[in-house]
């Protein structure tokens, strides 16, 4: 932030009341050496930060109205979030992310990390909370991004949807090659306490054991087409007794015409209750988007077919399939619609509320 230039200080100083003759200015010079002092500084405090720091506000709200069988229907002022994005100097970025859930009901700081890249061959160290470099969906998720309403089952229910972590992660890029490679290694907390009732919910900030958890994803990509593979694993009790693996296999094709994106994830989790046992996880997903109009306005028409078992165990209605169809508008910049019609459908017997849901979202950026 700049102080006042020293000039327009002096000339403030010096203006005469508009309802006085003019008369040659008085100008107290132990009083201007004092202010000028003063705003000197505040150009350089002295106890942390950097005059050359430059600061990107940027962020996001959206509004759902959501229509479903069997719920409550009604607005839902799902997501407001700030992000900062940080240049402190040549080799060191930072990002800090607030998210303000459902009206304010849920506040998360999603991403708070440092950037660090002191080589010139895409390497950069990432120290903090940040995303888990586990699959793709983490990388468009963001409502003005994403060109459906709802997200895919299994990154809710098998992976616990934003899967922020705190710890270290390095990211090695090959970029301005063809094939272009990159992979991303991560040692973080690890997931926590209610890992096998609730995958959410077990996000932690603080660790409740002694082990780490290792996460990555390797990926290529050749011309339109790009994949990968993610995994991670750790032990989520207290005793550093019950483990769990995640694998993910992701794929995308980017064309003139349409836009696939596929991603197929399964897990394992040790079972407390049953010592030595444990149960699977797993879901795919394929999501098509068409865009109509390109130019001005964005105008474009989704579709996605979800698949997710929740738990290997038992085959009941949380066992289900869904599929999702709706178009995405962009009518003026920084301003999107979206309207998604999803059918689930349970795939073995059981007490699953039908969930044919309506929704319609407006997504301001800025
Ligand atoms: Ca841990
Ligand atoms: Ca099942």
Redo the contacts with the bound molecule.
């Keep these: 932030m700049n102080a006042l230039h020293p000039l327009i200080a002096v000339g403030l100083l010096a203006l005469p009341s508009p309802a006085q003759e003019p008369t040659p200015p008085k100008t107290d010079t132990t009083l201007v050496d004092s202010i000028l002092g003063e705003l000197g500084e505040l150009e350089a405090p002295v106890e942390y930060g950097s005059q050359d720091s430059f600061i990107g506000i940027h962020g996001f709200f959206d509004l759902v109205y959501r229509n479903g069988e069997n719920q409550n229907a009604g607005f839902d002022l799902h997501h407001a979030n700030l992000l900062l994005d940080v240049a402190v100097s040549q080799d060191a970025d930072a990002r800090i992310e607030f998210e303000w859930e459902h009206g304010g009901n849920a506040v998360e700081t999603d991403q708070i990390y440092l950037d660090y890249h002191p080589f010139a061959n895409n390497t950069s160290f990432l120290m903090g909370r940040f995303y888990t470099p586990f699959g793709v969906e983490r990388r468009v998720w963001y409502p003005p991004v994403s060109k459906t309403v709802t997200r895919p089952l299994v990154f809710r229910e098998v992976v616990p949807g934003n899967w922020y972590e705190t710890g270290a992660m390095v990211v090695w890029k090959d970029q301005d090659k063809d094939p272009m490679f990159q992979v991303e290694a991560a040692l973080t907390n690890g997931l926590g306490a209610s890992l096998d009732t609730n995958p959410r919910t077990a996000r932690q900030s603080t660790d409740n054991n002694q082990g780490l958890m290792f996460s990555g994803r390797a990926g290529m990509e050749i011309d339109a087409v790009g994949g990968g593979f993610s995994w991670a694993s750790g032990n989520y009790d207290g005793d550093d007794q019950n483990a769990f693996r995640y694998l993910g296999v992701d794929v995308g094709i980017e064309l003139e015409v349409a836009s696939l994106n596929a991603e197929w994830v399964s897990s394992t989790v040790d079972t407390p209750l049953a010592p030595g046992g444990s149960f699977d996880r797993d879901g795919w997903y394929v999501q098509v988007y068409c865009p109509v109009l390109k130019e001005e306005q964005e105008f474009g028409l989704f579709t996605r077919f979800d698949r997710v078992?929740?738990?290997?165990r038992?085959?009941?209605a949380?066992?289900r399939n869904a599929t999702s169809l709706g178009l995405r508008w962009v009518p003026s910049s920084q301003v999107t619609f979206k309207m998604e019609y999803q059918k689930v459908n349970p795939t073995a017997q059981g007490n699953w509320p039908g969930q044919d849901l309506f929704a319609l979202q407006v997504v301001l950026d800025f």
């Design positions: 078992d929740p738990d290997s038992v085959a009941d949380n066992d």
